[in-house]
């Protein structure tokens, strides 16, 4: 397995595997932008016959609020946000999911001088908190009450980010 920067090529393989591992979907539009406006900050993961197995769809954002609580205004830094990510299912706890988020960290943080990373994770989603929490050091910064089209919760995760070089 494989991973790597995501291209606009990838973008139809990238929609179907989160059809297939996610309720929550977006349009080729959205896939087009992101990809467009931050290209090397999302990535894919292929299989040997260069098969899309999972992928990472991140964000760049300026800060509302600083995570210190400062209000916005005062400082503003960007920040990256993972919009999505998923690993189809025979590919996963082969690490892919923490290449991934690892690759793309590094690249919000060399490349656009991110400082934090935040996600929004179901409370329900045991796999995506264990890779968050316990593989990558996130924090919960907050619950969105209701977040999702069901009604579910959301934690709203954070990792602080510092440039490698
Ligand atoms: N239970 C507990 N901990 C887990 C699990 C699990 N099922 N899966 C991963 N982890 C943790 C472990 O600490 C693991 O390390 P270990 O295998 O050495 O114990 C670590 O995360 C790294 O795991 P990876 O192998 O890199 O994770 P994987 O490639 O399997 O992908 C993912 C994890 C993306 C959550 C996958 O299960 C998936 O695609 N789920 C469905 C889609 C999904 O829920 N995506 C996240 C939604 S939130 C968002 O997109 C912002």
């Known amino acids: 397995m494989h991973v790597r920067a995501a291209t606009v090529d990838d973008l139809v393989g990238m929609q179907a595997c989160n059809l297939h591992n996610l309720p ?3 349009t080729m539009k959205f896939y087009l932008y ?3 406006t931050w290209p090397s900050i999302s990535y894919v993961a292929e ?3 260069g098969r899309i197995v999972g992928y990472i769809l991140a964000t ?3 800060a509302e609020e600083q995570p210190d609580g400062t209000p916005a205004g005062t400082k503003q830094k960007p920040h990256g946000h993972v919009a999505s990510i998923s690993v189809s299912r025979s590919y996963r706890r082969l690490g892919l999911a923490k290449k991934l988020m690892v690759q793309s960290q590094e690249a919000m943080a060399n490349i656009y001088h991110a400082s934090y990373v935040t996600l929004h994770v179901r409370k329900s ?5 264990g890779l968050y929490r316990d593989a990558l050091a996130f924090t919960v910064k907050d619950i ?3 977040y999702y089209a069901d009604g579910e919760d959301a934690y709203v995760m ?4 510092k440039p490698q070089h």
Request: proline share 0%.
């Open 47 to 49: 299989d040997h016959k």
């Open 24 to 26: 929550e979907n977006y």
């Open 144 to 146: 969105e009450h209701k």
């Open 60 to 62: 760049m954002e300026d």
């Open 158 to 161: 954070q990792l602080s980010l």
């Open 34 to 36: 992101n990809a467009l």
């Open 125 to 129: 989603n045991r796999a995506a908190l």
